[in-house]
């Protein structure tokens, strides 16, 4: 990982102000998100977080996680922004998804944008590594920080488990990863 500034950090926050303002469209109950993906300069996919086909008898936002069995994979409620993203990319832009940078973005209650803590979301991180997206950004409170896709993925699984800032990568630790909304 490490910290943009000057000009790169002027760009990224720019495509933090497009998926901001995709986030808007948001409609989980729990927390509003939005992401785009970019190859070149050019934004290739972009989502925000609501149920799946917006279906309202799919909603599950006021439901408790701890009322689904430990076997239920994901106790999100939503579709996250980085999913619907790379989903998006895959309709629309199937061959520059390799090598492109995913940027996310978490708006506050009053809709301005919210700075990140560590990543955590290993069903993002693992389908961001699978598809070739090659950097994924946070916008945290010391900054924007751009991460490797592999490494992004093996802090997510990580999680909690680690020093705030460790970056080593422990094979075979795959512990629970707190489901916060997305
Ligand atoms: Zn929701
Ligand atoms: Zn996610």
């Given amino acids: 990982m490490r ?5 790169e950090e002027k760009k990224a926050l720019e495509y933090i102000a497009k998926a901001t303002e995709v986030a808007q469209n948001a409609t989980c109950e729990r927390s509003k998100c939005g992401s785009v993906i970019v190859q070149l300069d ?9 149920p799946p086909q917006d279906l309202e008898d799919q909603r599950r936002c006021s439901y408790s996680k701890d009322s689904y069995h430990k076997k239920v994979t994901d106790k999100t409620c939503c579709v996250h922004a980085e999913q619907r993203a790379i989903m998006d990319a895959l309709r629309r832009n199937p061959n520059k998804l390799s090598g492109s940078r995913l940027y996310f973005i978490r708006l506050n209650d009053n809709g301005t944008p919210s700075r990140s803590g560590e990543p955590y979301c290993t069903i993002c991180s693992k389908m961001a ?54």
């Fill in 3 to 7: 910290y943009l500034s000057g000009d």
């Fill in 129 to 182: 590594l699978d598809v070739g997206i090659a950097e994924f950004v946070l916008w945290h409170d010391q900054g924007v920080c751009v991460y490797d896709t592999k490494e992004y993925n093996a802090l997510s699984f990580q999680y909690g488990l680690n020093g705030e800032n460790s970056t080593v990568p422990s094979v075979g630790r795959l512990a629970d990863s707190p489901h916060n909304s997305d």
């Fill in 42 to 50: 050019e934004i290739i996919g972009s989502g925000f977080n609501s």
